[in-house]
């Protein structure tokens, strides 16, 4: 039976983390079929810090009869906070074996530790449909957010109502990035909603400019669906591409956006993040943690953790202070986490989580930092549409924006 699992035991942890170099494996649709304890003890060499590779693998041991390893795969992920639901909590003792139903009973974490540090700074109104992504400027001094649903985006001056923009030829719209200088502010339009294509609209990277009466446009390659964006501190802009796994980057007035990663190495990459220094770009891999891209080379590797951490499951990811900001909302529980990295950027060498559980959260989503917080979306309603129409029966609802203070360490 599959269930929504746990992880690695704790008897192969050493080996199965223990690496010279953070290499990346390459991976793909069929990487997401491996099944067998053998190959997923494997992926989970590989990928010591997925949560995801985890539950995997112990929905593997479970089948194969393996409690010593099961069980070990709970404390694992124990560690790490992850809570089942209520079915996955009565099956795993049964399935586990008498000699380890009650030590397994032990290790399911039966509710997560709340952990509510926000307050609300804004919202959107339910004509704004589908609400994936927001900016708001140093000082909060108005904001923007796109529109999945709607094709436009929406934008306030503070405190002033929210006032929708249509986009002429815009897809769905997602990602938000501004020019480190404030000169062009990017988004991506791809139908990113699986709705039909439409080869009158435009995919790729609308460049917007003064009061959005002088667009630019910088086109994606045949068959990618940009997403999640990110500027370097020398304006080149970053795109993802979450459905067919590639990298792409541009500079203002190109025509076309180029591979900087192409398919067949990350497997659903979303959130984006520069370094300071703008060597390094870092990426997540929904399913399998954080990838680093050196920008000289296009090399891929690993972000290795220090500590303890799911690195999986990012979706908004943001550099602040020496931290990665982690929207997860692929974890059980969903939550808010700051990762510290070392000095040369290469490692994680602290966790805090900053927020967890929210209750008054649906999904949160993107969003982006100024002064010392982040601003996100803390509602985001993707249950409720389908190929970027409302679901019969149900209704949109206002996007609650939250404000995350990031201080401390």
């Given at each position: 039976m599959k269930l929504l699992a746990a992880a690695?035991?704790?008897?192969?942890?050493?080996?199965?983390?223990?690496?010279?170099?953070?290499?990346?494996?390459?991976?793909?649709?069929?990487?997401?079929?491996?099944?067998?304890?053998?190959?997923?003890?494997?992926?989970?060499?590989?990928?010591?810090d997925s949560a995801s590779v985890r539950l995997r693998l112990l929905n593997a041991q479970l089948e194969a009869g393996e409690g010593e390893g099961a069980l070990a795969s709970l404390r694992w992920l124990a560690a790490r906070g992850h809570v089942f639901?209520?079915?996955?909590?009565?099956?795993?003792?049964?399935?586990?074996?008498?000699?380890?139903?009650?030590?397994?009973?032990?290790?399911?974490?039966?509710?997560?530790?709340?952990?509510?540090?926000?307050?609300?700074?804004?919202?959107?109104?339910?004509?704004?449909?589908?609400?994936?992504?927001?900016?708001?400027?140093?000082g909060n001094e108005g904001a923007m957010a796109t529109s999945v649903s709607n094709k436009s985006i929406f934008v306030n001056g503070a405190g002033a109502e929210w006032v929708e923009v249509p986009i002429p030829r815009a897809h769905a719209?997602?990602?938000i990035a501004s020019a480190p200088d404030g000169s062009?502010?990017?988004?991506?339009?791809?139908?990113?909603?699986?709705?039909?294509?439409?080869?009158?609209?435009?995919?790729?990277?609308?460049?917007?400019?003064g009061d959005?009466?002088?667009?630019?446009?910088?086109?994606?390659?045949?068959?990618?669906?940009?997403?999640?964006?990110?500027?370097?501190?020398?304006?080149?802009?970053?795109?993802?591409?979450?459905?067919?796994?590639?990298?792409?980057?541009?500079?203002?007035?190109?025509?076309k956006l180029a591979f900087l990663v192409g398919p067949g190495t990350l497997r659903s990459p979303q959130g984006l993040a520069v370094s300071e220094d703008g060597a390094r770009l870092y990426v997540s891999d929904f399913r399998y943690g954080l990838a680093v891209v050196d920008l000289a080379s296009g090399a891929v590797t690993r972000l290795a953790s220090d500590v303890p951490a799911a690195l999986d499951g990012v979706d908004g990811l943001w550099l602040h202070k020496g931290e990665l900001i982690a929207v997860q909302n692929g974890t059980s529980p969903m939550r808010i986490s700051a990762f510290r990295l070392s000095d040369d950027g290469t490692r994680i060498i602290g966790h805090r989580v900053l927020e967890q559980a929210h209750p008054e959260w649906t999904e949160p989503l993107g969003g982006s930092i100024a002064d010392d917080a982040l601003y996100y979306i803390a509602t985001g309603q993707w249950d409720r549409y389908d190929k970027g129409s409302l679901r019969d029966g149900v209704e949109a609802l206002p996007t609650v924006i939250r404000r995350l203070p990031l201080a401390g360490r």
């Amino acid at each position: 039976m599959k269930l929504l699992a746990a992880a690695l035991l704790l008897g192969l942890a050493a080996p199965l983390g223990a690496q010279d170099v953070a290499a990346w494996r390459a991976v793909d649709a069929a990487t997401g079929q491996i099944a067998d304890v053998a190959g997923l003890e494997q992926l989970a060499r590989d990928f010591p810090d997925s949560a995801s590779v985890r539950l995997r693998l112990l929905n593997a041991q479970l089948e194969a009869g393996e409690g010593e390893g099961a069980l070990a795969s709970l404390r694992w992920l124990a560690a790490r906070g992850h809570v089942f639901g209520e079915r996955a909590r009565a099956q795993i003792p049964a399935l586990i074996g008498p000699a380890h139903a009650e030590t397994a009973r032990g290790l399911l974490i039966r509710a997560p530790e709340v952990r509510a540090a926000s307050t609300i700074s804004d919202d959107i109104p339910a004509s704004a449909g589908l609400v994936e992504a927001l900016f708001v400027p140093p000082g909060n001094e108005g904001a923007m957010a796109t529109s999945v649903s709607n094709k436009s985006i929406f934008v306030n001056g503070a405190g002033a109502e929210w006032v929708e923009v249509p986009i002429p030829r815009a897809h769905a719209l997602s990602g938000i990035a501004s020019a480190p200088d404030g000169s062009i502010g990017w988004i991506a339009s791809a139908p990113i909603d699986n709705s039909p294509a439409d080869p009158a609209r435009f995919t790729g990277l609308i460049g917007l400019t003064g009061d959005f009466d002088a667009l630019e446009f910088i086109a994606a390659p045949s068959g990618v669906l940009v997403s999640d964006l990110a500027a370097g501190p020398d304006g080149r802009i970053f795109a993802s591409d979450p459905q067919g796994g590639a990298i792409l980057h541009a500079r203002r007035g190109a025509e076309k956006l180029a591979f900087l990663v192409g398919p067949g190495t990350l497997r659903s990459p979303q959130g984006l993040a520069v370094s300071e220094d703008g060597a390094r770009l870092y990426v997540s891999d929904f399913r399998y943690g954080l990838a680093v891209v050196d920008l000289a080379s296009g090399a891929v590797t690993r972000l290795a953790s220090d500590v303890p951490a799911a690195l999986d499951g990012v979706d908004g990811l943001w550099l602040h202070k020496g931290e990665l900001i982690a929207v997860q909302n692929g974890t059980s529980p969903m939550r808010i986490s700051a990762f510290r990295l070392s000095d040369d950027g290469t490692r994680i060498i602290g966790h805090r989580v900053l927020e967890q559980a929210h209750p008054e959260w649906t999904e949160p989503l993107g969003g982006s930092i100024a002064d010392d917080a982040l601003y996100y979306i803390a509602t985001g309603q993707w249950d409720r549409y389908d190929k970027g129409s409302l679901r019969d029966g149900v209704e949109a609802l206002p996007t609650v924006i939250r404000r995350l203070p990031l201080a401390g360490r």
